[in-house]
């Protein structure tokens, strides 16, 4: 499974890392908004707009007999063991087959930053599946309403850690990550798989980087 992720992201995203921020790391990419900053974060309707916007996405990008890598990276410290207690939610709760959990391919990355005492660490876990394999509604919610009090919350018991989740499209070659409640980040091989993307929801397109995902497709 680490092997088909990596040998994708040689054969189609060569020399792309699987971290944020994605789409300045890849040229053939959109960001969309996916939350209005214009009004609170955590007001009734600003979640609704989240998490309508994507959902849409998602099922825009992802048809039924694709085959998905569901990626999930946990950031925390060497010390930090709850990992080891509790498998993370993403794949405990958000799996419709309990048994594909086994199937589950875990990686760990050692990371140093200069600022930290601690040593810090990245859990990778890999899952091959297809969309309806996947609670991709409710998870969706849930990074959506990461940063509220919200009962979907997915690190809720281990605020200290931080953690990322990445959508791989094998067969359409697109990288879907959904990085919170403020943006959506939709990468492809190629920018004419995104083209629809782009020109049916170009007035999600975050502003900040209109000009650059337009000169793109232009």
């Known amino acids: 499974m680490i ?30 908004e996916i939350s209005n900053p214009i009004i609170p974060h955590y007001a009734k309707e600003n979640l609704k707009q989240t998490f309508q916007r994507s959902i849409t ?4 990008v992802f048809d039924e007999r694709d085959e998905i890598l569901l990626v999930a990276d946990v950031l925390t410290t060497s010390n ?34 200069e ?20 609670r991709y509604a409710p998870l969706l919610k849930a990074i959506c309403y990461e940063d509220f009090a919200h009962s979907s919350t997915i690190l809720k018991n ?36 995104i083209r629809y993307l782009y020109e049916e929801f170009n007035d999600w397109i975050l502003d900040y980087d209109r000009k650059r995902i337009d000169r793109l497709f232009k």
Request: charged share 30%.
């Open 158 to 193: 281990n605020q200290e850690s931080g953690y990322e989740i990445y959508f791989v499209n094998l067969n359409k070659k697109i990288i879907f990550h959904l990085y919170d409640d403020r943006g959506c980040d939709i990468l492809a091989a190629d920018k004419e798989d």
């Open 57 to 60: 996405l998602f099922k825009k």
């Open 80 to 113: 930090n063991h709850f990992l080891q207690r509790k498998p993370l939610n993403v794949y405990k709760k958000y799996l419709k087959d309990k048994d594909l959990f086994y199937k589950l391919h875990h990686q760990l990355f050692v990371r140093f930053f």
């Open 3 to 32: 092997k088909n992720l990596y040998s994708f992201l040689n054969q189609n995203f060569e020399g792309l890392i699987l971290e944020p921020p994605l789409l300045y790391s890849w040229s053939n990419g959109i960001r969309f």
């Open 115 to 134: 600022d930290e005492v601690d040593q810090m660490v990245i859990h990778r876990f890999i899952l091959q599946c297809k969309k309806d394999t996947i």
